[in-house]
């Protein structure tokens, strides 16, 4: 009978965890929108991800506590890194650690599209916009 008990325990205890898959090319901005478009398709207490369409830029800021990992997904653009320009374009992985000021200026015609991972959890609350 224990180990029916202990069994139950256990499943009432840890909570099982499933991978899950997302599929970036079906996000799409619902609405027309004048720049940027942000959607959240996962978060938990170890990272939020989000799909961002860019259609001009996104301003110079950093994140006291977080790390950004930028994955581009389509469209070009130029980003700046600190004090370093690059550009970008699909395929390109882009890492930027926590307090980094960094900006993106869109090149292409069409809108820059990249999944954006932000570990930890993120809600928007240690965004600092740099004004120069």
């Known amino acids: 009978m224990w180990k029916y008990v202990y069994t139950l325990i256990l499943l009432l205890c840890f909570q099982p965890t499933y991978a899950q898959q997302f599929e970036t090319g079906k996000y799409t ?3 027309d929108y004048d720049n940027v478009h942000v959607e ?3 978060s938990d ?5 989000f799909i961002i369409h860019v259609k001009k830029e996104v301003v110079l800021h950093k994140h006291a506590e977080h790390t950004e990992q930028v994955y581009i997904l389509e469209g070009t653009g130029k980003m700046r890194l600190g004090n370093e320009w690059i550009l970008i374009k699909p395929g390109d992985y882009i890492v930027i650690p926590e307090n980094t000021p960094h900006a993106v200026i869109v090149t292409s015609e069409t809108p820059l599209k990249v999944l954006s991972i932000q570990t930890p959890m993120f809600d928007g609350t240690d965004r600092i916009l740099i004004t120069e």
């Open 29 to 31: 901005p619902a609405d």
């Open 40 to 42: 959240k398709i996962y």
């Open 45 to 49: 207490s170890a990272a939020t991800s």
